[in-house]
């Protein structure tokens, strides 16, 4: 680990070991840690592209818009794989399954960022389950854990609010959500931020910058599950897909700045 890096902020009262980080140092993305989040639904979404994100060579992890003939397109890394993210191939309704590159479950989760100043995204750190949904099970089946968002529709400058959610039995009908929960982010020296997640068995116990912001004993998640760090540009989720009129306004580069993610098992005394 470079020793540049801050430190993590962790839960006290708990001893704690590191099992799995990317600092992103160096220039180039780790491809044994991530894969490009590329479909939603079993579909091409036409917005996310492998292109949107690099490394400055100062540990820090760049996630850019980029504008190509009036359309915004943006990068979302992922550890694993939804199934309900597999497109068809052929006459078969769902490709083959990919091999996960990280799966865990349970301990702390944490993301040191910066969150970019103009509104017309969305970024996050989440956890996500390979199989949300594919039974009336949560606890076996997965809960997807936003451990930050935030969103360009607050009423205030995007990069001083975030919020936690929890989303379980899929995405349709039978969809259950623990609520948005917005939490006011305090200045920092350097305007990066820690965010984290504590997972046990007993439920979520959400953290920025060392203070607790969320409890949560809604449906919990006992399986195990991937890391997702992600930007998305507003406006192509429906039907008339087109940029939202802040992308139109936005100036660039404004990028969302990623410093580390970290994940810790939880050590018995």
């Given at each position: 680990?470079?020793?540049?890096h801050?430190?993590?902020i962790?839960?006290?009262?708990?001893?704690?070991?590191l099992?799995?980080?990317?600092?992103?140092?160096?220039?180039?993305?780790?491809?044994?840690?991530?894969?490009?989040?590329?479909?939603?639904?079993h579909r091409?979404?036409?917005?996310?592209?492998?292109?949107?994100?690099?490394?400055?060579?100062?540990?820090?992890?760049?996630?850019?818009?980029?504008?190509?003939?009036g359309?915004?397109?943006?990068?979302?890394?992922?550890?694993?794989?939804?199934?309900?993210?597999?497109?068809?191939?052929?006459?078969?309704?769902?490709?083959?399954?990919?091999?996960?590159?990280?799966?865990?479950?349970?301990?702390?989760?944490?993301?040191?960022?910066?969150?970019?100043?103009?509104?017309?995204?969305?970024?996050?750190?989440w956890?996500?389950?390979?199989?949300?949904?594919?039974?009336?099970?949560?606890?076996k089946?997965?809960?997807?854990?936003?451990?930050?968002?935030?969103?360009?529709?607050?009423?205030v400058?995007?990069?001083?609010?975030?919020?936690?959610?929890?989303?379980?039995?899929?995405?349709?009908?039978?969809?259950?959500?623990?609520?948005?929960?917005?939490?006011?982010?305090?200045?920092?020296?350097?305007?990066?931020?820690h965010?984290?997640?504590?997972?046990?068995?007993?439920?979520?116990?959400?953290?920025?910058?060392?203070?607790?912001?969320?409890?949560?004993?809604?449906?919990?998640?006992d399986?195990?599950?991937?890391?997702?760090?992600?930007?998305?540009?507003?406006?192509?989720?429906?039907?008339d897909?087109?940029?939202?009129?802040?992308?139109?306004?936005?100036?660039?580069?404004?990028?969302?700045?990623?410093?580390?993610?970290?994940?810790?098992?939880?050590?018995?005394?």
């Open positions: 680990m470079n020793l540049n801050a430190e993590s962790l839960p006290k009262g708990k001893k704690w070991k099992v799995w980080h990317d600092e992103f140092d160096g220039t180039e993305l780790d491809l044994s840690k991530w894969s490009f989040r590329r479909h939603l639904l091409r979404f036409e917005t996310y592209t492998d292109r949107a994100v690099w490394l400055d060579g100062n540990s820090i992890a760049h996630f850019q818009v980029l504008e190509k003939d359309h915004y397109f943006s990068s979302q890394l992922q550890t694993g794989e939804n199934y309900l993210d597999r497109p068809g191939e052929g006459e078969w309704p769902v490709a083959p399954f990919s091999a996960p590159k990280f799966l865990h479950k349970y301990g702390y989760y944490e993301c040191r960022c910066k969150l970019p100043v103009q509104t017309g995204r969305w970024c996050a750190f956890l996500q389950s390979p199989v949300i949904g594919s039974s009336p099970c949560p606890e089946s997965g809960v997807e854990i936003d451990v930050m968002e935030t969103f360009s529709d607050y009423n400058i995007s990069n001083t609010v975030i919020s936690h959610n929890t989303h379980w039995n899929g995405y349709g009908a039978d969809h259950c959500s623990g609520g948005l929960h917005a939490y006011r982010l305090k200045p920092s020296a350097d305007g990066f931020h965010f984290g997640v504590d997972w046990s068995r007993s439920g979520y116990v959400f953290y920025v910058d060392g203070e607790v912001s969320w409890i949560s004993d809604d449906p919990v998640s399986t195990e599950q991937f890391l997702v760090i992600s930007t998305e540009c507003d406006g192509y989720r429906g039907k897909a087109k940029p939202a009129e802040a992308l139109k306004q936005i100036r660039l580069p404004d990028d969302f700045l990623v410093d580390f993610i970290r994940v810790y098992d939880e050590v018995p005394e």
